[in-house]
């Protein structure tokens, strides 16, 4: 019988040239399914919830494959989950191992994913964020108005503008944001800016790029209606800059 | 005249031989001292509230020296900062300067001290908090005996037994420990097990034995009770082993 194993993964994106396999690269998919391969002795093709680009981290990433029955029987999922964090490296962890039944997939039966974004606004640089946080030079940011511009890109939307130019040629752009929430938090003794978006699913660089033009909200260089005129443009060029990779978390996965 | 320059400094100790300046080794201090050759072009030595051990972790250690009024005279406190951590590496951030009377030691000055420990407790490996936290590999931990065992440590008392028993020859071993507590929270994600204690001031190794202590309690092997024959031993060899540096961070001085 075939069934569909389904691992939670964390990793620390900064060493790696993103999730997704890609030959000669270091990647994330790359170390995982190495790690697969030696626990079951053979070549194992996995699919993820989302492909994360170069450098950004993971909390609750998602990852499926299918295995035969014959291949799990008598293996203890501690005893498995235990195995695969001794294969993959320190900056990848296997949190969690599941089984569902065939057919289910990581990335086509997510119902949403949240992603967070970091922001540390300082004249000061980060410590202990730094490798998990963009870190703004500005003494104050105006949250408020970033609320009011992140509520303009609540519901379904065409985000084309919102989405890394080269990705959106010929393919549907309209996505569902169910959520975006901006809070200060403390992290390792160190205050953030924390911009959470939960949504269907997300575009190439989508998030960093909501991110970037709430930024130019924050800093007072553009109104929050200016997300309108981005959202009506269709075009990658009105919106903000793609805020850094590292400042990124793929947070976690609903089915 | 002379005036007291004081320093807030954060580091991440990993990279570090320790705090304290030592020749052929690279020091926290030696890195600041270094920046301030250059700022000052001259030589600075400087005094610390807490000399930190390799691999521990500060987010406000306090660091003084004295300064010609002439010196500073002109130049901005947020010049001076930016300055300093164009000078130091990205693991250590200068987060404030301020100036002190003639004769202020971060030091000698210093009212109490506060450490923070984090503990991640497992079967799984933390990811984001690897280098900020101890791993033990136990599914639970009896934080209420801990807690109980906690404030027998509290009040003045000899703590020899909690020293580095190479450190403790000769020396005065007693110290006032005015709070120590016991959290869980979130960090980037994972849940960790802060233990935070405040003294007066604190003998070679003491934090990290402490929690070392209170993990044999935790765990089961010991009764919180065990911490007064502990006490009573002033025998380093009577306490539980020393926490990894890893998980200790020199959090705040008050003056």
Redesign the interface.
Known sequence: MIEVMVLTV???GSAYSGFARQPKRTTVQGEIEHALGILFRREVLTTCAGRTDAGV?A??QHVSFEVMTEEVEGRSI?KM??SL?ALTP???????IRFMPEGFSARFDAKSREYRYRIVYS??????L?E?AWWIREESLDITAMRKAAQHLIGEHDFKSFCLASSAVDKPTCRNVMEVELFEEG????DCLVIRVVGNAFLHSMVRTIVGTLVEIGTGRREPAWVLDVMEAHDRNAAGPCAPACGL?F?SVSY
């Open positions: 964390s990793y620390n981290h909390l609750g501690r989950t235990r964090n320190e900056d990848i962890v296997i949190r969690d004249a000061v640089p980060p410590m202990f730094r998990y992290q390792l003794g160190e978390t947070w």
